[in-house]
C-alpha cells in the first residue's frame, strides 16, 4: 500500500459543485501539503501545513480551502469549482525530524477536471 | 525565494552522460539545492541534495560551483527508464512548504 494515498484518483465534475480531494499518510510525518500541476508549468504549491493547528497559504491559495482533521489526514475543498481548477493535484508529506533534506513524499496524484 | 531557470526539454541516448544544469542567481545563504524527478502521472521523486562542491548517491550526482549560483545534475549512463521531468529547487530544506517547484527540465532518453 502507497505511504501516501490519495483519493479520488479521478473526478469529473461540473461548474459550481463543490469537491474535496482527501490525502491520507502513513508515513507519520508532521507537514503535508497540497500541489497542483498544470501542463508546462510544473507544480504550484496550494496550502501547507507544519502541523495540525498549523495552516499556510501557498501560492495559489484562492479558490482552495483546507483542513487538516488529524495528523494524517489533510483535505483540499473546491468551494465552487470552475473549468480553470482543472489539474492534477498531489498530495505530499515531509518529516520535520528529518533534518538532513526536508524530503517531500508525494502521492499519485487526483486528476480533477471540471466541466 | 531564489528563482531557478533550467532547460525546457533535453534529448539523450541510451548509455550517455547527462547533464541538466540549473542556474540560481540569487540563492541565499541557507538555501539547498534539490533536484526531484517525475515521470508520466506520478508525484515527483526526491534524487538528490546539495549545499556545495559535490554530492554523490546511487542514482546521480550533484556538482555546484564555489559561487552556487547553478548546479549541474549529471545522469550517468542513462536509459529509456530515466525519460522523465527534473525539478532544481533551491530552498531552505527544512520548511519544505517553502520549496517551489519550476517548470522542470523535460529530458527523453532515446534508443
Known amino acids: 500500500d502507497a505511504d501516501v494515498t490519495q483519493t479520488p484518483r479521478n473526478r469529473i465534475t461540473k461548474t459550481g459543485k463543490r469537491i474535496m480531494l482527501e490525502c491520507s499518510q502513513t508515513?507519520?510525518?508532521?507537514?503535508m501539503y497540497w500541489y497542483r500541476q498544470d501542463p508546462g508549468l510544473g507544480l504550484r504549491l496550494i496550502y501547507y501545513?507544519?502541523?495540525?493547528?498549523?495552516?499556510n497559504k501557498g501560492e495559489i491559495s484562492d479558490g482552495y480551502s483546507v483542513s487538516r482533521q488529524a495528523q494524517a489526514k489533510f483535505s483540499l475543498s473546491l468551494e465552487s469549482a470552475i473549468p480553470n481548477q482543472t489539474a492534477l493535484y498531489f498530495c505530499?508529506?515531509?518529516?520535520?525530524?528529518?533534518?538532513?533534506?526536508?524530503?517531500?513524499?508525494f502521492g499519485e496524484g487526483s486528476r480533477l477536471t471540471v466541466l | 525565494l531564489a528563482k531557478t531557470t533550467q532547460p525546457i526539454s533535453m534529448d539523450s541516448y541510451e548509455g550517455q552522460e547527462v547533464n541538466i544544469t540549473c542556474s540560481h542567481n540569487?540563492?541565499?545563504?541557507?538555501?539547498?539545492i534539490t533536484w526531484y524527478q517525475q515521470f508520466p502521472s506520478q508525484g515527483p521523486r526526491f534524487i538528490i541534495q546539495?549545499?556545495?562542491t559535490k554530492v554523490t548517491n546511487e542514482v546521480a550526482s550533484l556538482f555546484i560551483p564555489a559561487d552556487r549560483k547553478s548546479s549541474t545534475l549529471s545522469l550517468p549512463r542513462v536509459s529509456l527508464s530515466d525519460t522523465a521531468v527534473y525539478y532544481c529547487?533551491?530552498?531552505?530544506?527544512?520548511?519544505?512548504?517553502?520549496?517551489?517547484f519550476g517548470q522542470g527540465t523535460e529530458l527523453s532518453v532515446k534508443p
Open positions: 505530499a508529506t515531509s518529516d520535520v525530524r528529518q533534518a538532513n533534506t526536508g524530503e517531500l513524499f
Open positions: 508515513k507519520g510525518h508532521d507537514r
Open positions: 501545513s507544519f502541523d495540525v493547528k498549523d495552516i
Open positions: 540569487n540563492i541565499a545563504t541557507n538555501d539547498y
Open positions: 546539495g549545499y556545495k
Open positions: 529547487l533551491v530552498g531552505d530544506r527544512a520548511p519544505g512548504g517553502k520549496l517551489i
